[in-house]
């Protein structure tokens, strides 16, 4: 859309265009002050928090993720933005499982490159405008502003999920001080299914929207910093090293037929889709800082990554 931008609707569809432009496949708005629906999701974050399933996740506690306000002063609107990471490749049937999420390219780099284009266009539409982009690591609680502005649910398994293109999302924010028009919030339809919690192998998720991260293989697989992975959570971890999919890859949301991801910097890395247990203990430091760079899972630091090579290779039980 070129030239001046008349009115908050036609501003609002404009940026919609913009996101599609960057080739984000989801796109909502949201408005503040919030609805009470996010209001009861935040109750549910301190219910999770005082149960202690954070595990040693300490900055999920950010009294920030709280207020939106805390990130952005005068903040009027929210924008969502989900960007489809499936591809229809498994990896080999010999190889160590590494969750989907890291195939490719650091999607935080990615997101907030685009995100920061869409800021930077809104900025010459409306110069008063004030934005910042929150992609994963701002303490934002992403999940409930992304079914707030209506581009998928939280599912059982706490992801969220879009009718269309199942779960295999990754989510960004940007969060600015114009009005826009807001969307129909998403509404659940997880129905009566419960096929997540049946299959996770460790029983994380304790009930509906609740996983607990103590038992949870993708806290433990990247985000424990012990020596040792628990007895009880390596007994269960199967072939999972990075991450697990189990609960979405079970979710009949994402059995049916999904697009691939046309992200040129999301296509997976070729040592990904084929990694054995002999060659990946083989690899130093060096090397694995070389595979990991620019990559989410260097998260993952190369001890950990041989610590949950040695841990895995069970058999589910
Ligand atoms: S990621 Fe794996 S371990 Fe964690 S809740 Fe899902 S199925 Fe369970
Ligand atoms: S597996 Fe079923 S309950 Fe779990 S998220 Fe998918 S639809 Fe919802």
């Known amino acids: 859309m070129r030239g001046a931008i008349n009115n908050q609707k036609e501003l609002s569809q404009a940026l919609k265009a913009e996101a599609q432009k960057e080739g984000f496949n989801l796109v909502g708005i949201a408005t503040v002050p919030e609805s009470s629906r996010i209001k009861l999701r935040n109750a549910s974050l301190q219910r999770w928090l ?3 399933h954070q595990a040693n996740m300490n900055w999920m506690r950010s009294p920030k993720r709280k207020t939106i306000n805390n990130l952005l002063k005068n ?3 929210v924008i969502s933005v989900g960007l489809n990471y499936y ?3 498994k990896q080999s049937p010999d190889s160590l499982l590494i969750a989907r999420y890291g195939w490719g390219k650091d999607y935080h780099k990615v997101i907030e490159k685009k995100l920061k284009k869409i800021g930077k266009w809104l900025e010459i539409k409306r110069p008063k405008c004030k934005w910042r982009v929150c992609v994963d690591s701002s303490p934002l ?3 409930a502003w992304a ?5 998928g649910w939280i599912g059982k398994h706490s992801n969220i999920i879009n009718q269309n293109i199942g779960s295999w999302v990754f989510l960004g924010h940007l969060i600015c001080t114009e009005n826009l028009e807001p969307d129909i919030p998403a509404k659940s339809l997880c129905g009566e299914c419960k096929k997540c919690i049946e299959a996770c192998p460790t029983g994380a998720i304790q009930e509906p929207f609740v996983v607990n991260s103590n038992n949870c293989l993708a806290y433990h697989t990247i985000e424990n910093r012990d020596e040792k992975i628990p007895t009880f959570i390596a ?3 199967g072939p999972w090293i990075a991450g697990c999919d189990i609960c979405q890859e079970v979710c009949p949301w994402n059995k049916k ?3 691939n991801t046309e992200e040129p910097e999301l296509q997976p ?3 990904i889709l084929d990694l054995t247990a002999d060659k990946a203990l083989s690899w130093s430091d060096e090397t694995w800082k070389n595979k990991l760079s620019q990559s989410a899972l260097k998260r993952i630091k190369p001890w950990m990554w041989r610590r949950n090579i040695k841990a895995s290779n069970k058999t589910y039980t």
């Open 257 to 259: 037929t999904l697009p």
């Open 235 to 237: 007994k269960k971890m």
């Open 141 to 143: 609680l992403e999940k």
């Open 50 to 52: 005082d149960a202690g």
């Open 87 to 89: 591809i229809d490749i």
């Open 147 to 151: 079914e707030e502005a209506g581009i």
């Open 75 to 77: 903040v009027k609107s």
């Open 269 to 271: 890395k070729e040592w």
